[in-house]
């Protein structure tokens, strides 16, 4: 694509404190990569962010990339949040798994509240059979259920 933003609709199980991603935006131009409430309108104001350099890139093509929000910001367990990348110019892709319906997404690996979503210019256009390979980065999680962590967290 080359504007506009990309990316995943998203609900977490779990409340956390989300530090980053790891993506598959092919990075032809420096991308900025957003977390969004749901609720905000495409070109709004984000609640994380962080640029990737397109000089970064260590191959043609998508590959997984890590980008680190210059903030961290809390998600609240069962609320819908959007991460996009944004291009500023030139054009970009993202790699993503895609299944006959939404109830087989339950399946992949973070399951059917997992999706594409898409800026169409003045809102959002989601397509529940399309999981982008963005992946969250969390330094802590709580399951409110108290007595000790609620999952592992990689490098936590």
């Known amino acids: 694509y080359s504007s506009g933003e990309q990316g995943l609709r998203f609900k977490s199980p779990v409340k956390g404190r989300l530090i980053g991603v790891v993506h598959t935006f092919d990075t032809d131009a420096d991308v900025t990569i957003r977390l969004l409430a749901d609720a905000t309108a495409p070109a709004g104001t984000a609640l994380a962010s962080v ?3 397109k000089d ?7 590959v997984l990339t890590v980008g680190y ?6 998600i609240e367990r069962d609320t819908w949040y959007r991460i996009t990348g944004k291009v500023a110019s030139a054009s970009t892709r993202m790699s993503y798994l895609e299944v006959n ?3 087989l997404a339950n399946a992949t690996i973070y399951g059917k509240d997992f999706y594409f979503t898409q800026d169409n210019g003045s809102s ?3 397509t529940d ?3 982008p390979l963005i992946y969250l980065i969390f330094d ?3 399951d409110a259920a108290g007595g000790g962590s609620a999952a592992h967290v990689i490098g936590g």
């Open 69 to 74: 929000f210059t903030s961290p910001y809390t």
């Open 124 to 126: 959002w256009t989601d």
């Open 51 to 53: 640029v990737i350099d």
């Open 140 to 142: 802590q999680v709580d």
């Open 129 to 131: 059979t399309k999981t």
């Open 56 to 62: 970064i890139e260590r191959n043609a093509g998508p």
């Open 101 to 103: 319906s939404n109830a």
